[in-house]
């Protein structure tokens, strides 16, 4: 079965700063992938996703970037973080029409 | 523009009782539908998948019902144990591979 390993698990950074969150997938090839973000008190916001190397969408317009350099790996990025960045971000796959999603345990990002 | 909304935000019951909650969708040309769970902190969990063609689907103590033509989605859970206690969502989506539509979750409490 797949897994979805995020990395880290919790990060604190300042304002300005830049960001680099990396999403590894096991046991599956060619899946799409998906970053979310969850902010507190809200639902979960579809930031990018990807139906393969190298192919991006972006779903929010923001200071965010996404980059899919391998089958496996998916990585949001960002140049100089805002407060308004800080939430939870997750990373999900989808293997197939009709399947559901899978998600990784996630990524606690704290900008200060 | 898909919007998700789910009825009541926050639920808090005795354990042993039964309980349903409601989750609407403006667009009802979705691929399907599915309810998550989320304990704090952590991933989802995909509880129920019903295709845009089934009207419901059961999972042990848990029934989801799908009314497509109404944009109405019910997740009943039987006999609620103080392990229930999560945050459920649900998700449509509008057509596979792209993007998932959340809605805001209603966070739910079984007291022992």
């Known amino acids: 079965s797949q897994t979805i390993h995020q990395w880290p698990a919790t990060l604190v950074q300042p304002v300005g700063s830049p960001l680099s969150l990396e999403c590894t997938v096991e046991?599956?090839?060619?899946?799409?992938l998906y970053w979310y973000r969850q902010a507190a008190g809200r639902g979960l916001q579809l930031l990018f996703y990807?139906?393969?190397?190298?192919?991006i969408s972006s779903e929010v317009p923001q200071n965010l970037s996404a980059s899919r350099p391998q089958d496996r790996q998916f990585i949001l990025s960002s140049k100089k973080l805002l407060l308004s960045d800080s939430g939870f971000y997750l990373c999900?796959?989808?293997?197939?029409?009709?399947?559901?999603?899978?998600f990784g345990p996630g990524t606690r990002l704290t900008v200060l | 523009k898909q919007e998700v909304t789910q009825i009541p935000a926050a639920l808090s019951v005795p354990e042993g009782e039964n309980l349903v909650l409601n989750c609407s969708f403006t667009?009802?040309?979705?691929?399907?539908l599915q309810w998550f769970r989320q304990d704090p902190g952590k991933g989802l969990t995909s509880l129920l998948l019903?295709?845009?063609?089934?009207r419901e689907q059961t999972s042990g103590r848990l029934n989801a019902s799908l009314d497509k033509s109404s944009g109405r989605s019910t997740l009943y859970i039987a006999a609620s144990q103080p392990g229930d206690s999560a945050t459920y969502l649900c998700?449509?989506?509008?057509?596979?591979?792209?993007?998932?539509?959340f809605g805001p979750g209603t966070r739910l409490s079984v007291l022992p």
């Open positions: 999900a796959l989808l293997k197939g029409p009709g399947s559901s999603p899978y």
């Open positions: 046991g599956t090839s060619n899946p799409n």
């Open positions: 990807s139906v393969g190397i190298g192919q």
């Open positions: 667009d009802s040309a979705i691929y399907n």
């Open positions: 019903i295709q845009s063609s089934q």
């Open positions: 998700a449509v989506n509008v057509s596979y591979g792209q993007n998932f539509v």
